[in-house]
Nanobody, 122 residues
């Protein structure tokens, strides 16, 4: 089973930037399908960004043009660069690896790390 550990969260003002990192260790996992999810207070966890085969990326509309997902397979690392942050981006952010099903933020099955908190103040 893979172990995922996120880092890089914190508190920033609106318009600021953060870069989240995720380290993966343990048994073999699907390096070709990884993602970032988030859960805001009172809301369901939602997929934010996905990176698939050939570095194909998918973003939810609310973060397009502001967030960028990337990975380093040699370092077993996943990243999320977040720019122009808004208060509505405040959430716990989770690194995820696909375990079953399609490589999809909506229909895939995922394992998540414990999360890292991002707080954006206005």
């Amino acid at each position: 089973q893979v172990r995922l550990v996120e880092s890089g969260g914190g508190s920033v003002q609106s318009g600021g930037s953060l870069r989240l990192s995720c380290g993966a260790s343990g048994n073999s996992y699907d390096k070709d399908c990884m993602a970032w999810f988030r859960r805001s207070p009172g809301k369901e966890r939602e997929g934010v960004a996905l990176i698939g085969t050939g570095s194909n990326t998918i973003y939810i509309d609310s973060v397009k043009g502001r967030f960028a997902i990337s990975r380093d397979k040699d370092k077993n690392a996943l990243y999320l660069q977040m720019n122009s942050l808004k208060p509505e981006d405040t959430a716990m952010y989770y690194c995820a690896v696909r375990t079953m099903g399609p490589c999809s933020l909506v229909n895939g099955r995922w394992d998540w790390g414990p999360g890292t908190q991002v707080t954006v103040s206005s």
